[in-house]
């Protein structure tokens, strides 16, 4: 039969039609009870300047999830406490949250001490952790938590060899070294490490000064560190560490030769002009959504940029996602063990947990501030294109 025009256009609408129905059906919005994470965050204490970072991302995940098709066709509602920066706090919460808020899985909190309360509330109801920013691997005893930062199971030799390497590879190369840490249990852990990978490597360590969390009062300690003037300063810092020690430096008229900062708040170092050519570690994390820039901005967060903090958190988030959908199952033992045997491909790389204490390899990078904005400059195969490790001096 020859076609009409009118018959034509009609079957071309109705096949449009069809199309936006199937396109419909196919992201159609989860249904049913939801799937219920709880975790617990410092949104208030010495933490809540990064802790802030961690709340973005996870609201940013579960809004994606639930624009789809959220956890096994269900919505996903995220459970979320203070816990004021305290581990006894965590500790109390999490409790809660599996006992009385009855939620179907937890996330860990930020930061390692935090993290350790949460992962013996974890080990005691046999659900599984999967945590993003625990510093010391040899605590992590528990058979079911799994690391979303790719830290590997010696960070405490990994990491300040990776500086030394980016300082030898540069040219730079420190005769003398301060060592300075806070008493955070992961940073006091890892600033050893650099003290003893320093002497073995043949560095003088002119001083090694520790300081207790909470400390607001920087000036004790760069006046020790002006006295001694090494080449270089390892600060195991947390937060907002990095900016008052700058802070204090700034007063007594002295500018650092070098400087590596553990765990700064990423913002406030970067916008700091005395923090030119600082040096952080950092997995190799590329911007995953415009959104985080459009949240963190909403926020007021001075640094609008996905970096370290933001990627290991959305990773956990990932991790999680990845094995509920692998598995099409809630269930702590089932999940464990998949994650056990399977990796996760993340956006800083594909992650493992077959390792010691279910860490896999160390995918840490070295980040510095130039210009304005932090820039991966080693490993040099991970370096942004035509990045190098400036400072005094450089050519």
């Known amino acids: ?13 109705l096949a449009c039609l069809a199309l936006v129905l199937m396109t419909t059906l196919s992201v159609a919005a989860p249904s049913g009870p939801p799937v219920r994470i709880g975790s617990t965050l410092a949104l208030t204490g010495p933490l809540s300047p990064t802790a802030l970072i961690h709340k973005i991302v996870g609201e940013i995940y579960v809004d994606q999830l639930n624009k789809k098709d959220g956890l096994l066709g269900r919505p996903v509602e995220w459970v979320l406490l203070d816990d004021q920066s305290k581990p006894d706090q965590a500790r109390t919460l999490y409790e809660r949250l599996i006992t009385v808020d009855r939620v179907d899985l937890v996330l860990g909190p930020y930061a390692t001490a935090n993290i350790l309360s949460a992962m013996a509330v974890a080990e005691r109801y046999q659900k599984i952790l999967i945590h993003h920013t625990f510093g010391i691997p040899t605590l992590a005893k528990y058979e079911r938590h799994f690391p979303a930062w790719a830290l590997g199971p010696e960070p405490g030799k990994t990491v300040p060899n990776l500086l030394y390497d980016a300082l030898a590879g540069s040219g730079r190369m420190p005769k003398t070294i301060a060592v300075v840490t806070n008493k955070f249990p992961s940073l006091h852990f890892m600033s050893v490490g650099a003290r003893d990978v320093a002497t073995q490597r043949g560095i003088n360590v002119a ?11 920087f000036m ?10 090494p080449d270089f300063i390892w ?12 802070d204090a430096f700034k007063k007594i008229d002295y500018t650092p030769r ?34 985080y820039h459009e949240r963190a901005a909403k926020a007021g967060l001075p640094y609008q940029v996905v970096e370290v903090q933001a990627a290991a958190s959305f990773v956990a988030w990932q991790v999680l996602e990845a094995a509920i959908t692998a598995t099409k199952s809630l269930d702590d033992k089932v999940l464990g063990q998949w994650l056990k045997s399977n990796r996760v491909d993340t956006i800083t790389g594909r992650v493992r ?12 990078k070295i980040k510095q501030v130039q210009d304005g904005k932090w820039v991966v400059v080693w490993p040099k195969e991970w370096a942004a294109p035509g990045a190098r490790l400036l400072g005094p001096g450089a050519q």
């Open 1 to 13: 039969m020859r076609l009409t025009r009118q018959r034509l256009v009609f079957l071309v609408v």
């Open 207 to 217: 001083l090694y000064l520790e300081y207790e969390f909470g400390t607001r009062d």
């Open 220 to 229: 004790p300690i760069a006046t020790r560190i002006k006295e001694v003037n």
């Open 235 to 246: 600060v195991g810092a947390i937060g907002t560490d990095g900016n008052m020690l700058l």
């Open 258 to 291: 070098g400087h590596f900062y553990l765990y700064p708040s990423p913002g406030p170092l970067v916008q700091a002009p005395e923090g030119r050519f600082a040096l952080a570690a950092n997995p190799a994390a590329a911007e995953f959504v415009k959104t």
């Open 353 to 364: 947990f077959d390792g010691p204490n279910n860490y896999g390899d160390d995918l840490s």
